[in-house]
């Protein structure tokens, strides 16, 4: 069976966590200081929390993952 194949017999499931591991959302959060953004794994762990948006997108960067902005 090709690659092609695979991905067409792929369940709903599967298919969802596609690329999932490359992935980490950047959310701004309320802390007592103000605000930080937090970065989330695909899973909704949340990893780290960096007081900079820029900082928190090249944190992930750094780590070979796409940041995704979530508001």
Known sequence: MTEIE??????????????????AYIKRIAVAEG???AIYAADGT?????PDREIAFATVRQHD?????VH
């Open 46 to 50: 949340q990893v780290a929390q960096l």
């Open 65 to 69: 993952l796409e940041p995704v902005s």
């Open 6 to 23: 695979k991905l067409r017999h792929i369940s709903p499931k599967e298919f969802a966590l596609l690329g999932m591991q490359d992935l």
């Open 35 to 37: 605000s930080a953004f």
